[in-house]
Nanobody, 117 residues
Framework: QEQLVESGGGLVQAGGSLRLSCAAS????????MGWYRQAPGEQREVAAL???????NYADSVKGRFTISRDNAKNTIYLQMNSLKVEDTAVYYC???????????WGQGTQVTVSP
C-alpha cells in the first residue's frame, strides 16, 4: 500500500513563503504524475500544481508565478514552494500520486496552510 506523507504546512503572513514536502513510500517513477491539490473550507478540492514522470509541470492559474513544484527522485519526494502567499491560499493541501498501471490514485493525509492578513 502506497503511503504519501506531507509536511511543511503552517501559519504564515500574507506575502510570506512556505515549502511543502510529500514523501512517497515507494519509488515515484511508478507514478505517471504527482501533484498538490487544495481544499478551502466549504469549497471543492482543486488542483494547484502537477508534475509528470517526465518533469512536465502544470499550474492552476491562481498560483502561476508564485508556486513551484519540483521533485527529487532520489528521495521519492515532491515539493511545493509557495511564495507571495495570499489569504486566499489558505486551505488543506493534499499530495496525490497516480500510477501508470491501472491509473490508481493515492492521497496523503493533508497539511494545513493558513495565511493571515
Amino acid at each position: 500500500q502506497e503511503q504519501l506523507v506531507e509536511s511543511g504546512g503552517g501559519l504564515v503572513q500574507a506575502g510570506g513563503s512556505l515549502r511543502l514536502s510529500c514523501a512517497a513510500s515507494e519509488i515515484n517513477s511508478r507514478f505517471q504524475y504527482m501533484g498538490w491539490y487544495r481544499q478551502a473550507p466549504g469549497e471543492q478540492r482543486e488542483v494547484a500544481a502537477l508534475i509528470t514522470a517526465y518533469g512536465i509541470t502544470n499550474y492552476a492559474d491562481s498560483v502561476k508565478g508564485r508556486f513551484t513544484i519540483s521533485r527529487d527522485n532520489a528521495k521519492n519526494t515532491i515539493y511545493l514552494q509557495m511564495n507571495s502567499l495570499k489569504v486566499e491560499d489558505t486551505a488543506v493541501y493534499y499530495c496525490k500520486a497516480r500510477t501508470f498501471i491501472g491509473a490508481k490514485d493515492y492521497w496523503g493525509q493533508g497539511t494545513q496552510v493558513t495565511v493571515s492578513p
